[in-house]
């Protein structure tokens, strides 16, 4: 089992910028990916980024070149940081582990945390 505590969500404007982290309590398979994933009310649970531990990135479309996902090995730990923020990324944010890059489906959830963007 392999627990994620997330933190840093909160409040900001349009045009600024928010960093996440997401340190998990094991290490993950490396040929595995972490990243994570958002849900905005009313909508489904979208991909945003993810990173192996050989460091390939992959981003969804819509925050490439705002958004860029780094890793610590040795903490475990995986970071999000978002510029130029924009009110559509208001979501719940949610750092996930084991994500076989061909279904996008990870084995392993972190509680969520919220993400707001204001205009």
């Known amino acids: 089992q392999v627990y994620l505590v997330e933190s840093g969500g909160g409040l900001v404007q349009a045009g600024g910028s928010l960093r996440l982290s997401c340190a998990a309590s094991?290490?993950?398979?490396?040929?595995?990916?972490m990243g994570w994933f958002r849900q905005a009310p009313g909508k489904e649970r979208e991909f945003v980024a993810a990173i192996n531990w050989s460091n390939s990135k992959y981003y969804a479309d819509s925050v490439k070149g705002r958004f860029t996902i780094s890793g610590d090995n040795a903490k475990n730990t995986v970071y999000l940081q978002m510029n130029a923020m924009k009110p559509e990324d208001t979501a719940v944010y949610y750092c996930?582990?084991?994500?076989?890059?061909?279904?996008?489906?990870?084995?392993?959830w972190g509680q969520g945390t919220q993400v707001t963007v204001s205009s």
């Open positions: 996930a582990a084991e994500i076989p890059l061909s279904t996008m489906a990870p084995r392993y």
């Open positions: 094991a290490r993950t398979f490396s040929s595995l990916a």
